[in-house]
């Protein structure tokens, strides 16, 4: 028998799709999350606050302005809504732990299944990340073989420097 597979709240490609790597680290907008949980931005941003103890600086930290305009310029963090829509402050972003976190300070229902969901992406991304690193390693490996095959055949197809002695008989005057 095989076992029914349960349909996550959110799809992982929208998931994934949301994480990002700042400072080295892979995270998630308050935005995306907020998103993800059905609540306003404000809304996340004030539950965090109030549990701040909660989030460590490696769960959860805000942006630089510097940070923040790179990011907006290359992924467009800000849509065009109209006057009074932009954000007055820079956004938080969630670490994997932060995320957890957050379904407890949250607590709702949906925060559970979206946390769950989240943190499933975050394993098939790590997954991924392996194996593509594990690939990495191997083509590597094969490249330095295919260049040490590729030197050999060099070397025996190079003409030789030694000069070869004629085949045959030699006289004597020649020498001289």
């Known amino acids: 028998m095989t076992k029914s597979k349960e349909t996550s709240v959110v799809p992982v490609e929208r998931i994934a799709s949301a994480i990002y790597l700042i400072r080295d680290e892979k995270v998630m907008f308050d935005s995306d999350l907020a998103e993800l949980y059905g609540v306003e931005t404000r809304v996340l941003v004030q539950a965090v606050k109030r549990n701040i103890e909660r989030f460590p600086s490696h769960f959860m930290f805000q942006l630089t302005q510097e940070e923040h305009e790179i990011l907006r310029s290359q992924i467009v963090i800000l849509e065009p809504k109209g006057r009074g829509q932009h954000r007055k402050y820079l956004p938080y972003v969630f670490t994997e732990q932060g995320v957890?976190?957050?379904?407890?300070?949250?607590?709702?229902k949906r925060a559970i299944q979206v946390s769950i969901a989240i943190m499933d992406a975050?394993?098939?991304?790590?997954?991924?990340?392996a194996t593509h690193k594990?690939?990495?390693?191997k083509i590597e490996e094969h490249d330095k073989h295919i260049a040490n095959l590729y030197e050999h055949v060099e070397r025996l197809l190079a003409p030789s420097s030694k000069k070869k002695r004629p085949i045959g008989y030699i006289y004597p005057e020649e020498n001289e």
């Open 134 to 137: 594990d690939i990495a390693r």
């Open 122 to 129: 975050f394993v098939r991304l790590r997954e991924m990340l």
């Open 100 to 108: 957890a976190m957050l379904s407890a300070v949250l607590r709702s």
